[in-house]
Structures are given as structure tokens and as C-alpha cells.
């Protein structure tokens, strides 16, 4: 079974819909790896701050039905497509990775260009796969993540974000 890695990000009531997507997520795929979870400032317009993580998984769900259940679960956690690519999110879930595929299917890109651009998607991924490797690259997360040279968007850890107590 291909080990996936799914980015996944919100900045409208980030705690309900991120919890409300993993939860939905396990349900579908069984259990998951979670990275912790970073705050950033919005990316390419003016909004809230984003909370974003990684998590890893094992599935034998073909690539285009996982694909279909992230939108799925997307839009019952209140998100609508169509949207600029810089706007306020209920909740983003973006494949990374599916196993070592490369390929370029309509919107599907893999490895996601994202891993290689954005701190708050490489940050969170390097902590919960050091020693996976990209599939182009072929260089650890780790290593990417020690080489890193972007905007890291004031990214900051917050703890206990996902803990059932809200954090501060």
C-alpha cells in the first residue's frame, strides 16, 4: 500500500473544521499520522491566520477515489470550490504525495509543487517524515527542510492545538 501525505490547512474556525476533517479522514482511510501544527500568516492576501499540518497514512484506495474524498470532505466541512487560490479557507486538503508517484492528471500534480515552496507545508511534513524522500528529488525531508531558504510566513508551532482543551 503507497504511504500518502496530505497537507491540510484553515483559517475559518481552524480547531472545529481541521479536528472535524481528521475525524472524517480516519474514518475513511483508518488511522493517521499528525504532524504538529503551525500557525502562519495568510499567504498572498490579507485574512486570518492559517493553522496547518501534514499526516501520513498507508491506503489501498486508488489515487483519484482518495482525491474524491478530501473534496468530499472538504465540502462538508463548508468549503466551496471555485474560489481565488489565495482565500479564506473552512478547511484545505491537498495530496502531497501518493507513494513514489509522479504524474500530472487536470489538477493533480504529484509530488505537489507545495512540499518544495511553502515552509508551512515542508515544516510540518520534515517532522513527521524526516527520512521520507521526495520522488523527484529523491533527498530526505529533512534534508530539504535544512536547505529551505523561503518565506517561513511567521510560522510558529502551536501546541495543543488539537487537544480537546482549547490552546492559547
Not at 80 to 108: N, Q, S, W
Not at 158 to 167: M, N
Request: net charge negative.
Amino acid at each position: 500500500m503507497p504511504q500518502v501525505y496530505v497537507s491540510i490547512g484553515s483559517n475559518q474556525s481552524p480547531r472545529q473544521y481541521i479536528r472535524e476533517g481528521l475525524g472524517r479522514l480516519e474514518a475513511e482511510v483508518g488511522p493517521l499520522q499528525v504532524s504538529p501544527v503551525y500557525r502562519s500568516v495568510a499567504v498572498g492576501f490579507e485574512g486570518e491566520d492559517f493553522f496547518n499540518l501534514v499526516i501520513g497514512f498507508s491506503t489501498d484506495l486508488p489515487l483519484q477515489t482518495l482525491a474524491q474524498i478530501l473534496r468530499d470532505i472538504e465540502a462538508a466541512c463548508g468549503r466551496h470550490r471555485g474560489e481565488a487560490k489565495f482565500a479564506p479557507r473552512t478547511l484545505d486538503m491537498d495530496i502531497l504525495t501518493y507513494g513514489d508517484a509522479v504524474l500530472e492528471e487536470g489538477r493533480l500534480r504529484l509530488p505537489r509543487e507545495d512540499i518544495l515552496e511553502y515552509a508551512f507545508v515542508l515544516k510540518p511534513l520534515a517532522d513527521l517524515a524526516p527520512e521520507a524522500r521526495h520522488p523527484v528529488l529523491r533527498q530526505t525531508y529533512a534534508a530539504l527542510w535544512a536547505a529551505f531558504a523561503g518565506d517561513d510566513a511567521g510560522m510558529v508551532e502551536a501546541p495543543g492545538f488539537l487537544d480537546d482543551e482549547p490552546s492559547p
